[in-house]
């Protein structure tokens, strides 16, 4: 529908701004003291650097000086960090049979897709992080040992095939806290890139990943059932969600993502994933410049829970086919869980190029809840809103080619 648009919410639920954010007091992480500097070699550093790691003092970092380190699983103790020096690059050496978990799965497809230990593990730590200006390449796109294809291709064979691919992750973190990723570049993971489980204590800050878009399910970061979490001043670029808050395992809450660039991707993710509740997020100062999407809430009654009080503030979009996307019926997967969405909040946002808004709820009895304020966007834009209450308008006034000021650039 074109022209100004407002539909009144039978009820209002009014956003408790306070609490919809990382509830610490987070500032710019401090690198830590080094226990050891390691120097490349041209073979493979797995014992070394996992030597140096399990001999490290708790409360200092074991630094990878210059070059390029290449490796198989690591593992980061409690309290220990890895420092990735600007000009080091720690490569993640593509064979499946140094990841595989036992059942000589790794590298192929199957019904599960689990068969793979991550490249770094992070399990039952506190204050344990990694830092640095350098690189960890999860060399995506390299033909694996033993194989004629890349892992990048076996999920694509994945997706043709209807199964899964079992892939490693790049970073997983596991009944963790106070963890923190600082500066350090990500790219070419064969699965996601940080993914995080029952973790209380996050930071991500000044990280950039830059991924192919066409890397299937290369999420950039995901915090499942997490909480206590912030994403700050990062640059984004991958082949699936730039961040996906999910709810799987344990609930996700007070989560902040702020001041944050995304280039290509599936955008700023919640879901599909929420069975134990996302709440209290806030999304503040963020540009989307290609991403496939924008603003995005997914589930269905398979995957579905309570998402509530999240809060999208100083938004700006470019060249997003589907800025702003509400779907309970996502993937068209249906099982005995209800997804509700209610107290989602969209404040100044600003939508240069045209696109599609989608809010679509499960029934009239279950709609999505929405409240817009200060919603721009371009006058070519779809708007499709079925089993929604929607509070607020939106003027199609939205042009540019540029976010300039708005959003983070």
């Known amino acids: ?241 730039n961040v996906a808050i999910k709810a799987m395992d344990a609930p996700s809450a007070h989560i902040s993502v702020l001041n944050n660039h995304f280039g290509t991707g599936h955008g700023m993710s919640i879901g599909s994933e929420v069975t134990y509740g996302a709440s209290d997020v806030t999304v503040s100062g963020l540009t989307l410049s290609g991403t496939t999407n924008g603003l995005r809430i997914k589930s269905n009654t398979f995957r579905g829970g309570l998402v509530t009080g999240v809060t999208y503030t100083n938004v700006c979009m470019i060249n997003v086919k589907h800025p702003i996307f509400l779907d309970m019926k996502y993937g068209k997967v249906t099982g005995k869980l209800t997804p509700t969405f209610r107290n989602i909040s969209f404040n100044n946002i600003k939508v240069l190029t045209k696109g599609d808004f989608t809010f679509d709820g499960l029934s009239d009895s279950n709609p999505v809840e929405v409240t817009l304020k200060d919603v721009h966007i371009n006058k070519k834009s779809k708007w499709i809103a079925t089993n929604a209450k929607i509070t607020g308008t939106y003027e199609e006034d939205a042009t540019g080619s540029s976010c300039g000021n708005a959003g983070n650039q």
């Open 1 to 241: 529908m074109l022209g100004r648009w407002s539909i009144l919410c039978v009820a209002v639920v009014l956003l408790h701004v306070s609490s919809a954010r990382d509830l610490r007091t987070v500032t710019e992480p401090k690198i830590p003291q080094t226990c050891t500097v390691l120097k490349a070699t041209s073979g493979d550093e797995t014992t070394t650097i996992q030597n140096a790691l399990d001999k490290c003092a708790k409360g200092k970092a074991v630094e990878l000086s210059s070059g390029t380190f290449s490796s198989g699983p690591l593992t980061i103790p409690s309290g220990v960090s890895l420092l990735v020096n600007s000009g080091a690059t720690l490569k993640a050496i593509p064979n499946p049979a140094l990841y595989d978990e036992g059942k000589k799965t790794c590298g192929t497809l199957d019904n599960y897709g689990v068969g793979c230990k991550p490249f770094i593990t992070i399990r039952g730590a506190t204050g344990s992080g990694i830092y640095g200006k350098g690189t960890i390449d999860g060399q995506g796109g390299e033909t694996m040992t033993g194989k004629s294809e890349s892992w990048w291709k076996l999920a694509a064979s994945a997706k043709s095939k209807n199964n899964f691919q079992n892939n490693p992750k790049l970073i997983q973190v596991n009944d963790s806290s106070d963890i923190t990723l600082y500066q350090i570049t990500l790219k070419n993971s064969p699965f996601y890139h940080v993914s995080t489980s029952k973790t209380y204590g996050l930071t991500v800050w000044g990280i950039t990943i830059d991924t192919p878009a066409t890397a299937r399910n290369t999420d950039g970061v995901d915090p499942m059932g997490s909480q206590n979490v912030t994403i700050a001043n990062c640059k984004i670029a991958t082949g699936d969600d």
